[in-house]
């Protein structure tokens, strides 16, 4: 069941050149009764994007050799290599995936999983529950051994330590700010300059900031930029493309930033999966 791109605006965000766009998003190919999961993979050599769509099964998305970008509502999640999102059933959500990444999608049926996750959540992707799913979608198990694999899916199923949420303004006084740093998180317009832009005070946008995500504009613009990295880093860009690409004067202010943030630098992430990195650090 698709929803409409008004939803949630999608086309907001910078597209790579050769994405491919996709309608809808992954389905699965039935109801996998008695059981509950079904579970499905592809891979991608470019860029991919699916408009605003929604499932009527819980989704258990991740990828490998890549990152997953999706805006639920008001909010942007970025999903680096070794981490998944839990989509709830029913939940309208788009996304991309770098180019490629190798997609994997887990469906659960909602009145046979024993799991409550109350909105999207960041999933940790062990090896052991990623092992566990890609058994499930295999087609030569007998229903006996598909049960036990379900089984021990929901008891190593749980919500990762970090969450890579990134919260939307939805505040008409400045979301014309927001919605150019998504497409553009190079943007380097000051405060000021974007209080005579549009016509209002550096104290209105900074309240506004403030109100409706937490941050102060600077905060935001800059969390903005570290979830756009994390997308460069795993598409293979090195610390200082990334720097120069995300508007950074110097190298060295990038690799602070990156690490106020993610507690861990951009060479320790361009050198290995995020997920494979101590948290929180020592």
Known sequence: ??????????????????????????????DPSPLTIVAESQSHDVAAEWSPHRHPMHELVWVRGGTLTSRIGHQIFTVPDGFGMWLP?????????????????????????PVDFSGPTSIAITPLLESLLLRRARTDLDEGAQARTEAVVFDVLEAADRQFALDLPGDQ????????????????????????????????????????TGLSFAQWRQARRIHEALALLSAGADVQEVSELLGYAQPSTFIAAFRRVMKVT?????????????????
């Open 266 to 282: 951009p060479g320790a992430v361009a050198r290995a999966p995020l997920s494979e990195i101590p948290y929180p650090p020592s």
């Open 173 to 212: 006084r400045i979301d014309a700010i927001a919605e150019a740093l998504l497409r553009d998180p190079s943007d380097d317009r000051s405060l000021a300059e974007w209080a005579a832009q549009l016509g209002t005070s550096d104290r209105t946008i900074t309240r506004a900031f403030r109100e409706t």
């Open 89 to 113: 059933a029913g939940v309208v959500h788009g996304g991309r995936v770098t180019a490629a990444a190798q997609l994997h999608s887990a469906f659960f049926v909602p009145e046979r999983t």
């Open 1 to 30: 069941m698709a929803a409409g791109a008004d939803d949630l605006g999608l086309g907001a965000w910078r597209r790579d050149r050769g994405t491919v766009l996709h309608r809808g998003g992954v389905l699965p190919v039935a």
